[in-house]
């Protein structure tokens, strides 16, 4: 921490510089996510539609990785997904795993399709025609929203 100086009369010469934390609680900070925003150039509708995917780990997508697919429109991934779980639990079946070792790879499997998830959305929103648009931050889905219809151009007709 910085001290503060005092000249010959004890006057503060640099207290602005002076770090100081006071005692007492201090409020948490809320956490800032990042989103991608992804439009629908086809689209009439004046925010194009917009589709925003949060960037980072999916914890729906880990733990429920076939219906999170699905429920995103995710077809191709939804098998995908659903081949990989039985090729898992085929190898462990096979190489004769115990619980402690099947679970390890099934955690395993959970932590890849967490991690990759929000990815595989971006690439299918990409394929289907969207383009990239903006990243945006906020607190969460409705204030990345918010920012963004606060930020894009208004289309006047």
């Given at each position: 921490?910085?001290?503060?100086?005092?000249?010959?009369?004890?006057?503060?010469?640099?207290?602005?510089?002076?770090?100081?934390?006071?005692?007492?609680?201090?409020?948490?900070?809320?956490?800032?996510?990042?989103?991608?925003?992804?439009?629908?150039?086809l689209s009439v509708a004046p925010d194009g539609d917009a589709v925003l995917v949060r960037e980072g780990f999916s914890w729906?997508?880990?733990?429920?990785?076939?219906?999170?697919?699905?429920?995103?429109?995710?077809?191709?991934?939804?098998?995908?997904?659903?081949?990989?779980?039985?090729?898992?639990?085929?190898?462990?079946?096979?190489?004769?795993?115990?619980?402690?070792?099947?679970?390890?790879?099934?955690?395993?499997?959970?932590?890849?399709?967490?991690?990759?998830?929000?990815?595989?959305?971006?690439?299918?929103?990409?394929?289907?025609?969207?383009?990239?648009?903006?990243?945006?931050?906020?607190?969460?889905?409705?204030?990345?929203?918010?920012?963004?219809?606060?930020?894009?151009?208004?289309?006047?007709?």
């Amino acid at each position: 921490m910085y001290e503060p100086e005092a000249d010959r009369q004890g006057r503060l010469v640099n207290h602005r510089r002076a770090c100081y934390n006071p005692p007492g609680p201090h409020l948490p900070v809320p956490s800032m996510h990042v989103y991608t925003v992804h439009i629908d150039p086809l689209s009439v509708a004046p925010d194009g539609d917009a589709v925003l995917v949060r960037e980072g780990f999916s914890w729906p997508a880990a733990l429920l990785t076939v219906l999170w697919a699905l429920y995103h429109g995710l077809w191709d991934w939804a098998l995908v997904l659903a081949a990989a779980a039985l090729a898992v639990a085929g190898f462990a079946a096979l190489t004769g795993l115990d619980e402690v070792g099947q679970a390890v790879l099934q955690l395993g499997y959970m932590a890849v399709v967490g991690y990759l998830a929000n990815d595989w959305r971006r690439w299918s929103l990409g394929r289907r025609g969207h383009r990239l648009a903006d990243v945006v931050t906020g607190a969460d889905l409705s204030a990345a929203e918010r920012r963004y219809l606060d930020r894009a151009p208004v289309l006047v007709t």
